[in-house]
């Protein structure tokens, strides 16, 4: 199998075709439920540039919803999370309640054809899973289904007990498709993560996908870490697993040339201060570690410099998968 056409990397259309086909229709990782608890919490983010956000509602209900005001487009609540009564947009003053209706548009003026119970906040769906908060716009499936295989993976895993720690955000200038190319793959590692390398029995990398997901497993030496187990999920998230936790992430596209990784960490002891610093400062190492050569192979694909080249059957089984699924997602041949 060949890799990727490069100009599917590198041209503002096939994002916006990403963004109606992949990212609109499937069920994202927004992160630990938790952080909405309590009635009136919230959590604002974007999925592709488009603005979502999701609360806890007075009566305890999960609801997601278009993080548009329905006058004239503004933004009504700014990214991160946050506590909130009545949703009033900074604009006009046009105020909306939890369950996304209407509450008062102020000096709109008299228009006997205008009913505040026509312009509701536009819904999205909201799941819970294990733990895990998700967010569809319009989703082709149920969570499960997008899941697939995933589900028996993490059976006996502990996730729903580990607690959330930290958020951090890491932004370069690559396509989404690029990093999450070599995320799947740990044939990269010898060259670009030389400590890495050093930690892992590299001969016993094994590569293999699954239905909705890839898993990758090393057998650890030394003091590594990770557990060795590293999933992706499609059609952009990440789960790893490390003694006493585990980190997620969402590979959140800005544009064609930009992407954002939300990266969350849960333990299981929170109050292991010292233990936690370490985990999150190696594991970011690493994570950054591939930024230069996503950039650079970037610019390859951005300047036709390059010409599709052969996938290994060995190690880029999951690059394989990846590819398949997105070309089929996008109806590419």
């Known amino acids: 199998m060949l890799n990727l056409d490069p100009r599917l990397y590198a041209t503002p259309q096939t994002f916006f075709d990403e963004r109606e086909r992949i990212f609109s229709r499937t069920w994202q990782l927004i992160g630990p439920v938790s952080a909405l608890a309590d009635p009136g919490q919230y959590v604002a983010t974007e999925i592709a540039g488009l603005k979502i956000f999701v609360l806890r509602g007075r009566d305890g209900t999960l609801r997601g919803f278009r993080n548009v005001c329905r006058h004239r487009g503004a933004r009504l609540l700014e990214e991160g999370t946050g506590r909130s009564g009545p949703i009033r947009c900074p604009y006009h003053n046009w105020a909306y309640g939890d369950d996304g209706a209407l509450l008062n548009a102020p000096w709109f003026g008299e228009d006997p054809a205008f009913r505040k119970e026509d312009w509701p906040l536009e819904a999205i769906s909201v799941r819970e899973w294990r733990g895990l908060l998700f967010a569809a716009i319009a989703p082709d499936s149920d969570l499960e289904a997008q899941l697939g295989a995933l589900v028996a993976e993490l059976a006996h895993e502990p996730i729903e007990t580990y607690q959330p720690v930290r ?19 740990g044939y990269h590692i010898p060259g670009v993560h030389p400590s890495f390398f050093a930690a892992i029995d590299f001969e016993e990398f094994k590569t293999t996908s699954h239905d909705g997901f890839v898993r990758m497993t090393a057998p650890p030496r030394g003091n590594l870490f990770y557990r060795g187990k590293w999933l992706w999920a499609w059609p952009n998230w990440t789960l790893s697993l ?12 800005l544009d064609h040339h930009n992407t954002e990784l939300i990266y969350n960490f849960y333990f299981a002891d929170p109050t292991r201060h010292a233990e936690i610093e370490d985990t999150v400062a190696r594991n970011l190492a690493v994570v950054r570690e591939d930024f230069e050569i996503c950039i650079e192979t970037h610019k390859n694909y951005a300047t036709n410099a390059y010409s599709a080249g052969p996938l290994s059957p060995r190690h880029e089984a999951g690059v394989a998968y990846f590819q398949n699924r997105l070309k089929e997602t996008l109806g590419l041949s």
């Open 167 to 185: 958020e951090e955000r890491l932004v370069f200038n690559a396509n989404w498709k690029i990093y999450t190319d070599n995320f799947v793959e």
């Open 242 to 253: 490390f003694e006493g936790g585990m980190n997620t992430s969402r590979i959140n596209p």
